[in-house]
């Protein structure tokens, strides 16, 4: 497939408002703009648009749900904290084609009836707001942002709000909570964002790429951008590959792709790196099932993805070789989400501090069986019982690995230590440190 | 008693002490970094200026290089809350500092991509280079050395973060150029991000 958002991304001069106008940038605006705000809620929901967060909930329908009759403003919240482990395309989108994010917002902002959109950018990507910033003033300035767009009458406006590290900020209550000055932590559900969100007041939460993809259908219309894709499937997607392959990066394609190609082909991860073979891959970002060599020729969808036992999520492939040790690897993602768990909920937080430990125990080589059941016991009691799907994410790395490589937990029990050829972590000063 | 009737409690690791900011010296904004959160505030809606708390500790910070009990009250005052509700921002947000760093915070990722790539000997190359373990600024205040989570571009591991700027691909054989480059050039000797395009 022929990429449609990172088409121009390695053009010199490709991020810039001049470029972005001559490739016929802010056409899809103009043309929403001629349209009623339930017609451009229709061709979304007609097309498909399946949110690219990690959830992929379609999109039309998270607009529709959103209380128009509120006498309330309504506000739209630009998920851009990209904290997934594994996860790094809405840094590509927004680095590369800042224009086409704003040109989404936009079009989202007409759709529910917002005056606002605010982009929340995780702290971390600086550089990345340097140049959201300096692109918005230059459409402000071109009068596509702001009072009167197109002449048209219609008013809106753009801010970047930067966050301070926080991975729990990704998800949509607790970013909007950071929004308004308080802890990234999640809210109760319901009330939903659609009815009460941002300020009490009406809010719909989109992921970078989500909004990236709207102008595309708005200028070519529902039909072409479902045909991109296998059924409920459409539209173009970028796929994030990182870990043990000969060429990691962002790649555009359609669903259609396998996981296969997108490991293998020259024209996407490459293979696995010089004379290793494929271990597992997480399809999805940190908190998805591993999935086995034999279990890839299945479309990179949301649905080919579910129908193997795992998911599509933000779409970061992090692909493991045979040297890997997946208790190492479970280790260092149950350091991540203990580290990151914002606190609110105690089984998470409590439990994902214990997860560590036993991990930690294992792989110190003083681990016992009964450990296991211990871990499958406490990771079941975190999954499902938080307020937002942080505990499940948290809990899957443990479930998954020990339902997938239950002999190598075995063998370190055993034998008292890793016993992958290439393991030099067991002893590593830093990692016996925490 | 413990949540779980199998994990111990009370050992070392759970109990909570409540960690009191340090007053430091007298903080005051300058004039300019006030019409700049000023300027940020009309972002919001009038009466929701605490969204803009983030931006007003950046600003502290940058001002002063870390966050005391005075610059939370200074905070406060613009922002026109309470000590303890920055406070609670203060400790929450990982980037915020409560005490002196060093002229370059050297960050290395630890996540999985990162750590799938060596990032654990990166740290720990850099750890003796600069005979700091994770967490310690030196004596001169030159550096500080931290293990930050994924920063979103897995695809170069190892990333290393150095203040606001990137450093990626680092190998672990190369610590000591990156310290030395730091040291010589200081950003400028950064790799910067990999999405900046040949040309531009
Ligand atoms: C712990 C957690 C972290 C999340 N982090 C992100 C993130 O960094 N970026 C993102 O777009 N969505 C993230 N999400 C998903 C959001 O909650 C939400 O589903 C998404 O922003 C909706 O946008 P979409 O419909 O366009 O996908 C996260 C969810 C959870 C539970
Ligand atoms: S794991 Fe290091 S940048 Fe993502």
Known sequence: MEPILTKYV????????????KVGGYEGLRKSLGMTPDQVVDVVKQSG????GGAGFPTGMKWQFVDKKSPKPKYICCNADESEPGTFKDHVLMERNPHLLFEGCLIACHAIGAKVAYIYIRGEFYHVQQVLERELAKARAAGLVGKNIMGTGFDCDIFVHRGAGAYEAGEETALIESLEGKKAQPRLKPPFPAVAGLYDCPTAVNNVETLCNVPFIITEGAEAFAKLGPEKNGGPK??????HVKNPGVYETSMHTTLRELIYDPKFGGGIRGGHQLKCVIPGGSSVPVLLPEQLDIPASFDGVASAGSMLGSAGLIVMDETTCMVWAAQNLLYFYKHESCGKCT???EGGDWLHKLLMKIERG??????????LSVANNIAGKTLCAFGDAA???VLTTIKTFRAEYEAHIREGRCTLPASWRASHPVLAAH | MSFHPLMEYGAGHHQSARVLPEEGPAFQFTAANLAKLEEICTRYPAERRKSAIIAALYLAQGQQGYITLSAMRAVAAAIRCSTAEVEDIVYFYTMFYT??????IVMVCRTLSCALAGAERVTETLSKELGLRPGETDANREFSLLEVECLGACDRAPVVGVNDDWHECQQPEAAK????????AGAGSLTGCHLKVAGE
């Open chain 1, 10 to 21: 390695k053009q010199p001069g490709g991020a810039s408002l001049d470029f972005y106008m």
């Open chain 1, 49 to 52: 648009l399946r949110g690219r």
């Open chain 1, 347 to 349: 089984p998470c937080r």
């Open chain 2, 177 to 184: 150029a990156l310290i030395d480059g730091l040291r010589a």
């Open chain 1, 366 to 375: 003083d681990g016992e069986m009964r450990d296991l059941d211990l871990l």
């Open chain 2, 99 to 104: 005490r002196p760093m060093g002229k370059h």
């Open chain 1, 395 to 397: 809990a899957t790395p």
């Open chain 1, 238 to 243: 970028l796929y994030c590959i990182s870990g």
